[in-house]
């Protein structure tokens, strides 16, 4: 550990010591803040939300009941390093009362008999996707996984055993042990958003094959391909570099006093929420109850778990792992207000994947697919209208 870095751990230590929780949970929040900035923090909106955000969040998606409440199937499968991760499957319903919110999603077409598998971000967990989740209910195949460490999935063998950092290669094999058990056969979409984009590419990566024999579509909301490491999320960029030079060591010296953090954290509670509130939501009109939500989801996440992660994103690179989704229906989306994962990057996968749909959200940030629901439903019920030929290509070759 650097001295700069021991010296931040000591600074914490000495707050808590002396009965200073508030002072330990600053700086808790304070590296948090930096560290979730690969993920995404959610606050919660005091101001008046107007009717349209409510009538939006409500528009007929069937999310009935408190939000992340939707449940389906669940199964676990196992990764290559024994790890249990925890997923759910919705199936097909045939069932008459659907036909509306089918039409409303897919027109007079017929919807693509694909598995949707659905990949969250850092810090988050399946329920992230929970207005996707609730508009294709029932009318398309889905999986919904929890990323290893997060969720209702096992802490990370290799982390638990021995505090190794995890790397975006491992979700990537992570993701291929879900598909394998939960969606063994058949054309699947793969959606992913933040780090579950990611977890995709590094799905191509190695394991080009799958891409090319059973993927029929791909949707990569909120991502990068690579380059984390020169965001400055809206800071000044000298600020930022050297909280980066020191930021490896404290994450690891405060994973090992995860007590001591977490307590510091809900002693300050709101200030955590409303410092990492713009890197969320970009616009101000969001319910209070969604952004409650997704603040709980962040809260979940153990400081030693943001710690093992941290490292993997500055090492992050999988611009080549693009390619083996050339010729495939792809939808690049991001909010044009991400501080996080800026929309540049999204335009530079956009780019290397000139036949891509590319949607940029405005007036939305990191977590657009809570912050703007029904914009990511729409492209995702067109992508998987534009895959339903090669499924359906895909199933004859079955």
Excluded at 93 to 104: F, I, K, N, T, V
Excluded at 135 to 145: K, P, S, Y
Excluded at 214 to 222: D, F, I, Q, T
Excluded at 290 to 305: G, K, L, N
């Amino acid at each position: 550990m650097s001295e700069s870095s021991a010296e931040a751990v000591e600074a914490v230590t000495a707050a808590a010591a002396a009965g200073s929780w508030r002072r330990a949970g600053l700086a808790g929040v304070a590296i948090g803040v930096v560290a979730a900035g690969a993920a995404a923090g959610v606050a919660v909106e005091r101001l008046t939300v107007g009717r349209g955000m409510r009538r939006k969040a409500r528009l007929a998606l069937d999310a009935a009941g408190p939000y992340g409440a939707l449940r389906g199937t669940p199964g676990k499968a196992r990764a290559d390093d024994g790890t249990e991760l925890y997923y759910e499957v919705d199936e097909v319903e045939q069932d008459p009362g659907l036909a509306p919110r089918r039409r409303r999603l897919f027109g007079r077409r017929t919807p693509a008999p694909v598995t949707v598998v659905f990949s969250h971000g850092y810090c988050l967990n399946q329920d992230s996707w929970h207005f996707q989740r609730a508009a294709l209910r029932g009318v398309v195949r889905t999986v919904h996984w929890d990323q290893r460490s997060h969720g209702r999935s096992g802490r990370g063998a290799a982390q638990a055993d021995g505090g190794a950092p995890v790397t975006i290669d491992q979700l990537g094999r992570d993701l291929k042990a879900v598909i394998d058990t939960a969606a063994p056969r058949g054309p699947i979409v793969l959606a992913g958003h933040s780090m579950g984009g990611m977890t995709v590419m590094a799905l191509a990566a190695q394991f080009p094959e799958l891409v090319r024999e059973r993927v029929v579509g791909v949707a990569l909301v909120g991502t990068s391909s690579g380059r984390l490491g020169e965001v400055n999320f809206g800071l000044p960029v000298a600020g930022v570099n050297a909280v980066r030079r020191v930021l490896p060591g404290v994450l690891k010296a405060l994973g090992q006093r995860a007590e001591l953090v977490e307590r510091g954290r809900r002693a300050t509670a709101d200030l955590f929420a409303s410092v990492i509130k713009r890197y969320s939501f970009a616009s101000r009109d969001v319910d209070p109850a969604v952004a409650r939500f997704a603040e709980r989801m962040i809260e979940s996440t153990p400081i030693d778990v943001v710690a093992e992660y941290y490292p993997a994103f500055d090492d992050h690179d999988k611009t080549e792992a693009l390619a083996h989704f050339a010729g495939l229906p792809v939808l690049v989306l991001a909010g044009v207000d991400d501080l996080v994962t800026p929309s540049g990057h999204s335009e530079a996968i956009a780019q290397l994947l000139p036949d891509a749909e590319l949607v940029l959200v405005p007036d939305a940030g990191h977590l657009v697919m809570l912050e703007h629901p029904e914009a990511v439903i729409d492209r995702l019920a067109e992508l998987l209208t534009r895959a339903r030929e090669r499924a359906r290509g895909a199933v004859l070759r079955g």
